[in-house]
């Protein structure tokens, strides 16, 4: 006889107003313990300097995170200017000061360099590993090393405020890996300044925005009131942009038991119309319940993943 889990069967989506000062580790750990969740995961991780959305899977939902790690994401940011530190926020060794103030034309003109695929070399103190260690543990100890260049995408980028000569707000909508820090340290050199990131925002990570968005308080305010699950989005609220098949009982149940079933020609026409380039996954419902993510393949929909989710 297996072992029974501890906690809860609760499946589904916290959009997580993550506050500063809090690593994503931690916040999972609240939020898992405020559902008495048996499982919990994130889509995203967000530094302790960072506030905003971080996306926690909850049961059933964990099979869903590897679909967002493809989400775009947006972030606001405020460069400091006139200071560089070693990390490239506001709690790094300052190893920089200048007098150059970039008024707000010039970063306006300076940020189309940066939209597009480019090439993007993360900050030293970043979780990137080299040789088996984190790159923040090498830079911490004094360690000569070098990281390399990494392809990512910057899909929009804009001047969003520009409170004073000291300060200037960006907002990006990014693919994944991009590194903030680093977009405003070869901004800052562009420019010809010095500069770090004094606030960072996550605004969007896919479909989980600020507007679907729960705090802890408003969490523990609704377990307070015995209404937990108000604070909770299905677990396909991650599947927004995969095409779906609704399946009959029958082929609900093959799915579930690992069995692939036949798709007619035009079910096939359909969903090669809906699907992303390059992607092949597709989402099988039972009604309003998730069955499985199948892979579509010769006519037949394979089961990939399995959802143990009650009609």
């Known amino acids: 006889m297996g072992r029974q889990k501890k906690g809860d069967p609760v499946h589904g989506w916290v959009c997580l107003d993550k506050?500063?000062?809090?690593?994503?580790?931690?916040?999972v750990t609240r939020v898992r313990r405020l559902f008495n969740a048996q499982k919990a995961g994130h889509a995203g991780t967000?530094?302790?300097?960072a506030s905003g959305?971080?996306?926690?899977?909850?049961?059933?939902?964990?099979?869903t995170v590897s679909q967002m790690m493809e989400a775009q994401k947006v972030y606001r940011f405020t460069i400091n200017w006139g200071v560089s530190t070693a990390s490239v926020d506001r709690e790094g060794e300052v190893i920089g000061r200048s007098d150059v103030r970039p008024d707000v034309e010039a970063v306006r003109a300076a940020l189309p360099t940066f939209v597009g695929e480019i090439d993007q070399t993360p900050p030293r103190f970043s979780a990137i590993k080299v040789d088996g260690?984190?790159?923040?543990?090498?830079?911490?100890?004094?360690?000569?090393?070098?990281?390399?260049?990494?392809?990512?995408?910057?899909?929009?980028?804009?001047?969003?405020?520009?409170?004073?000569?000291?300060?200037?707000?960006?907002?990006?909508?990014?693919?994944?890996?991009?590194?903030?820090?680093?977009l405003a340290r070869d901004l800052a050199l562009m420019?010809?300044?010095?500069?770090?990131?004094?606030?960072?925002?996550?605004?969007?990570?896919?479909?989980?925005?600020?507007?679907?968005?729960?705090?802890?308080?408003?969490?523990?305010?609704?377990?307070?009131?015995?209404?937990?699950?108000?604070?909770?989005?299905?677990?396909?609220?991650a599947l927004d942009d995969i095409p779906e098949l609704a399946v009959t009982d029958q082929d609900a149940f093959s799915l579930r038991q690992g069995r692939p079933i036949v798709l007619l020609?035009?079910?096939?026409?359909?969903?090669?119309?809906?699907?992303?380039?390059?992607?092949?996954?597709?989402?099988?419902?039972?009604?309003?319940?998730?069955?499985?993510?199948?892979?579509?393949?010769a006519g037949r929909?394979?089961?990939d993943r399995v959802f143990n989710l009650l009609p």
């Open 133 to 182: 260690q984190r790159a923040y543990d090498l830079a911490r100890d004094g360690a000569e090393f070098e990281l390399a260049s990494r392809r990512v995408t910057i899909h929009e980028a804009a001047v969003s405020a520009h409170p004073d000569a000291d300060h200037v707000e960006i907002t990006i909508r990014t693919g994944k890996g991009v590194y903030v820090r680093s």
């Open 19 to 27: 506050p500063l000062e809090m690593g994503s580790t931690e916040a």
């Open 265 to 297: 020609p035009r079910q096939v026409e359909t969903l090669k119309s809906r699907l992303r380039e390059g992607s092949r996954t597709v989402s099988a419902f039972q009604g309003q319940t998730l069955v499985a993510l199948c892979e579509m393949r």
């Open 46 to 49: 967000l530094d302790p300097l």
């Open 53 to 63: 959305i971080l996306p926690i899977a909850l049961g059933e939902a964990t099979k």
């Open 191 to 237: 420019l010809g300044a010095e500069g770090h990131v004094s606030a960072l925002r996550r605004e969007r990570v896919g479909p989980f925005s600020t507007d679907n968005a729960v705090t802890l308080d408003i969490l523990a305010d609704l377990v307070h009131r015995n209404a937990a699950l108000e604070g909770l989005l299905p677990v396909a609220t």
């Open 301 to 303: 929909l394979e089961p």
